[in-house]
């Protein structure tokens, strides 16, 4: 079928279907290219022969355009005649539009889609069963300004007379990349007015909109629309309508509507209302007397909704939200409001209602300039905690404030704030929060700014921290700050071979008088039978006394060589430490040293508040890069052998013991130790060394990369003992110390790990089945010992988004513990009177999962079970159930746990009933419901729109 231009330019084709409404645009009227007498018109029918229109001047027809009952247009009087024609019969063509059009809504099964289509599908919406995919037809691609383009009409009858274009069978009206198709369509250049009846479709980009009739007064874009149907492709969301109007400010007004993003056919949950208006100036649309259901089921309603049609903001109250049940909080309620302030500004206020504790808001403030970034956020329980039993915080004022700011200056120079405070340590246990805080424990409280300078072979960087922590354990002790630390860091690439590397870090250290933790008591402001309890702290003793300064410098020069077959990297390297001290007693810091360090004996005259070390190193690390072709269970790889030898000097420098420790630690002995140039972490120690580290790694490599499998072992062997180390029981000479383990073991162990000849074997092993299944095992062996120190394996399978399973085992060999009583003083027994030990390894299990549940389309189970085996406990039993489709999500979980701040020999059993409903392209109507607890399923993705 040919198509043609019409006959004549409308001053305006403006069609207004659901969100997506065709702008109108005035242009001039053209004339008819005959002059025709007032009682004759053009008839143009399709040609025979199908090579065109054939078209003749015939009689006028007697009877007027019948006109919509809105918005009112006076009838067309005849051309020369006094008197209103009758109407005319109506005469219906059928219009070839696929027969599904208005069910399916350009709804298509995956079974139908491309291959690429499909597997896209399953990456991005694994739950869903299909898409929306517009079907190809002229001008869909069409770029520019659909408005300035040409006028488009095709269809089986056209007659023109008096400024009406009459337009029958299979009609097509088709601007730029819009298209209208209908049965009949009556436009009237005169009164700017069109009518279209019959199997109404509107396409554009990303838009379907279907109905029975529509009229539109085209000079305003004002449009009606009756019995329509309509989908937005993108955002998959789709509704219908008993009638659509489209204003002049293209806002648009649904009677008795409906709002879903579930495919065509599918009642999985439908919003709909007396009356919604959708603003496409805005994103946002409203629904008067709304009502949501789920599966035909009401179960919200409102009189007056906040929804969103796009991704952007609103002011507007969000959904109220019943966050489940645990035995602390009770049963609680959420109605939070958005505000959006500016595009670059917002707010959010949360009600939090709990049955058991009160009311607690939530205010958090967002921003967002062409430098700067950040939040803020404020929390606080109004009335006081209503929590009476065994809650210290009974009828007191609790809250959490936090501050987040990113300043960048310039490409080079950026400053941060990360400030968060709360009324007591236990407010996040109890409470947790929607505020957006970086650390749960301790809290930072921090100000910072970084320059990072150089060039691409001269790299430095400048910083200035000032950095407190608030201490948010109830059982330790509370850390340093620094107050400030400044430091300057940097490497520089000398030669092609040559490279050189720096730092100087100086930092004040300081932190509250009473920080050190003794024990737990009954609260002494209540009875001795309400369960509460109180931490006692006082000021330490000996050499953990210390506050002060500690200068730190670092240079090193490195000389590697690579090749294809190897490579070899000899370094030195100088470390240099120098401390300022005060708050420190003499003849406590040298008992405290004395009874603590079995290598030495102190005396007065060692002690000084300004010790300094200085320490050099020299390393020369070498490896091979072997290989040849394999052949493994009928499979083809690249088996490589990587032995390495690293050696390592640095010459002891004693009374490093006056070294406070301000940030320094053991690190824990695994396969990477054996290349590491320092068994501390931190700069409060600097290890002596005289020692070889020998291992090699082994794999197993495909030819498309994948390694199927990779195994490392190595050991040190020590031509000295060691002599610089951390006293295990520094601060027990304090008249209240109350030992956790058994001093003597302990310091016995360490003895012996120091003048051992030979580490411990440590390796690793990873086997990965496939690219979806591996399993890791780590393990030392202590062969002096003839004991295991650390083991560690787990399994891990995760074939698709939907499924994952993971096992875990862990243990570590400790020394023995001492038994607790309910109020965390050490368990007398009462035969002998001695304090009873028992075992304190670390054995423990990890198993969770996320999987699909056979025989059904969208349930998925999920569940973790933790269970500590040396104490015969459970830490955490999790079990729940997911629905999961295209458009609403569905998690109901059971948790039961234990807080790793318990009494281990007493602990409080805890658990909660957790609700979470998702209505995709409405949101959470329920929070977050505990789904950070899910988070602890490793491979279980948590996907929300």
């Avoid at 694994?126 to 190809?136: A, N």
């Avoid at 007396?274 to 309603?301: E, K, M």
Wanted: glycine share 6%; with cysteine; net charge negative.
């Amino acid at each position: 079928m040919e198509m043609h231009h019409l006959p004549f330019k409308l001053r305006a084709l403006t069609l207004a279907i659901a969100s997506a409404i065709i702008a109108g645009q005035p242009v001039s009227k053209a004339r008819a290219e005959n002059n025709l007498s007032a009682d004759t018109e053009w008839s143009c029918e399709v040609a025979s022969d199908g090579s065109g229109w054939q078209c003749s001047v015939v009689p006028l027809k007697q009877g007027a355009m019948k006109r919509a009952p809105r918005p009112v247009v006076a009838p067309v009087a005849t051309r020369g005649r006094k008197s209103t024609r009758s109407t005319a019969p109506e005469k219906t063509i059928a219009v070839s539009q696929p027969e599904d059009v208005r069910t399916q809504l350009d709804w298509v099964h995956e079974s139908k889609l491309s291959d690429a289509r499909r597997q896209q599908l399953k990456q991005e919406e694994p739950w869903c069963v299909g898409t929306y995919v517009e079907p190809t037809r002229p001008g869909k691609y069409f770029k520019g300004d659909p408005n300035s383009a040409p006028i488009i009409a095709d269809a089986d009858e056209s007659t023109y007379q008096n400024s009406i274009a009459t337009l029958l069978g299979a009609v097509k009206i088709r601007q730029g990349n819009r298209q209208l198709e209908s049965n009949e369509a009556y436009l009237d250049n005169e009164k700017n007015f069109g009518e279209f009846k019959g199997n109404i479709v509107f396409r554009e980009p990303g838009t379907l909109i279907v109905g029975d009739t529509a009229q539109s007064q085209l000079d305003t874009g004002r449009t009606e629309i009756d019995n329509a149907q309509y989908v937005m492709h993108e955002s998959h969301a789709r509704g219908s309508a008993a009638v659509i109007l489209r204003n002049e400010d293209a806002t648009m007004e649904l009677d008795d509507a409906t709002y879903t993003t579930c495919r065509p056919g599918d009642q999985g949950w439908q919003l709909s209302g007396d009356s919604v208006t959708l603003d496409p100036s805005t994103g946002f649309g409203t629904a008067r007397n709304a009502v949501v259901r789920v599966q035909n089921l009401p179960v919200f309603y409102s009189p007056y909704l906040y929804f969103p049609i796009d991704d952007r903001r609103q002011s507007g109250f969000l959904y109220p939200t019943v966050m489940g049940y645990d035995d602390e909080s009770g049963v609680e309620f959420d109605l939070p409001y958005y505000w959006n302030i500016a595009p670059n500004y917002d707010a959010t206020f949360t009600p939090r209602v709990m049955t058991k504790r009160g009311f607690l808001l939530e205010n958090e403030f967002r921003y967002l300039t062409e430098k700067d970034e950040g939040e803020i956020g404020v929390a606080g329980l109004i009335g006081g905690d209503q929590l009476e039993d065994e809650n210290e915080h009974y009828k007191k004022d609790r809250w959490f404030v936090n501050a987040r700011h990113r300043r960048q200056f310039t490409d080079r120079w950026t400053a941060e704030l990360d400030y968060a405070d709360a009324s007591d340590k236990d407010y996040l246990d109890d409470f947790s929060s929607s505020l957006n805080y970086s650390s749960s424990g301790p809290l930072n409280q921090r100000v910072m700014t970084r320059y990072d300078g150089g060039n691409d072979y001269n790299n430095w960087q400048a910083k200035l921290d000032v950095h407190k922590l608030k201490n948010m354990d109830r059982t330790a002790d509370d850390p340093y700050n620094k107050l400030p630390q400044i430091e300057l860091s940097g490497n520089w690439q000398a030669t092609d071979r040559v490279q050189v590397n720096y730092l100087a870090d100086y930092t004040y250290f300081d932190r509250a008088d009473d920080w050190n933790y003794i024990k737990e008591k009954p609260h002494s402001d209540f009875p001795n039978n309400s369960g509460i309890y109180e931490s006692v702290y006082d000021e330490g003793y000996g050499i953990q006394r210390a506050v002060g300064s500690r200068a730190y410098f670092e240079s090193g020069v490195s000389y590697p060589i690579n090749k294809t077959w190897g490579f070899l990297t000899p370094a030195v390297k100088v470390r240099s430490v120098n401390y300022s001290l005060s708050n420190l007693d003499q003849e406590q810091v040298v008992a405290d040293l004395n009874s603590s360090y079995w290598h030495r004996n102190f005396n007065q005259g060692d002690f000084t508040k300004s010790p300094s070390t200085t320490v050099p190193a020299f390393s020369v690390d070498s490896g091979l890069y072997l290989d040849r072709d394999a052949n493994l269970f009928g499979s083809a790889y690249t088996h490589t052998l990587e032995p390495r030898i690293k050696y390592l000097y640095a010459p002891y420098v004693k009374g490093q013991e006056f070294n406070p420790l301000f940030d320094t630690g053991n690190m824990g002995f695994s396969y990477s130790s054996l290349w590491s140039d320092n068994r501390f972490s931190g700069y409060d120690r600097l290890a002596d060394a005289n020692q070889l580290s020998l291992g090699f790694t082994t794999r197993f490599i495909q030819d498309n990369g994948f390694e199927r499998m990779r195994f490392g072992i190595g050991q040190i062997f020590y031509f000295d003992d060691r002599q610089v180390y951390i006293g295990n029981d520094l601060g027990s000479g304090d008249p209240d110390y109350i030992p956790d383990f058994d001093e003597n073991e302990n310091a016995q162990r360490q003895k012996d790990e120091l003048t051992a000849s030979t580490s411990p074997i440590a390796s690793e092993f990873i086997y990965n089945f496939t690219r979806t299944m591996s399993l890791r095992q780590d393990f030392v062996w202590n062969a002096n010992q003839n004991r295991i120190d650390n083991y560690a394996l787990t399994y891990r399978y995760r074939p698709s988004e939907r499924k994952t399973f993971n096992m875990g085992f862990r243990f570590a060999d400790r020394v023995k513990r001492y038994k607790k009583n309910e109020d965390n003083t050490n368990y007398v027994d009462p035969v002998t009177g001695e304090n009873v030990l028992v075992k304190n390894d670390l054995k423990a299990t990890d198993i969770s999962f996320a999987w699909p549940i056979p025989y059904t389309q969208n349930w998925s189970a999920m569940g973790r079970w933790q269970y500590d085996m040396t104490n015969k406990r459970n830490l955490e039993e999790l079990f729940g159930v997911e629905y999961a489709s295209c458009c609403y999500q569905v998690r109901l979980f059971w948790r039961s746990y234990v807080k790793s701040t318990d009494n281990i020999d007493h602990p409080k059993d805890r658990s909660g009933i957790y609700l979470q409903f998702v209505l995709r392209g409405l949101g959470s109507l329920t929070g977050s419901s505990g789904k950070e607890y899910l988070q602890g399923i490793s491979g279980y993705t948590i996907r929300e729109k």
